[in-house]
């Protein structure tokens, strides 16, 4: 599905802050990475944030 850049800066900005407040991330990272806002990234561009945008 393509969203938005508004619907992915929101999936992202929520996905980092869960991360942030210590919900587990959902794919191996490798060591160097410890920004919450990448994890969200790395996790958007492998289609795997477990969020959903309701359109009509």
């Known amino acids: ?14 996905r980092s802050l869960q991360i942030a407040m210590g919900a587990p991330t959902l794919l191996e990272l490798p060591p160097d990475v410890i920004d919450p806002v990448d994890m969200a990234i790395m996790e958007y561009e492998q289609d795997l944030i477990p969020i959903t945008i309701p359109r009509d």
């Open 1 to 14: 599905m393509k969203y938005t850049r508004y619907e992915k800066a929101r999936m992202i900005g929520a």
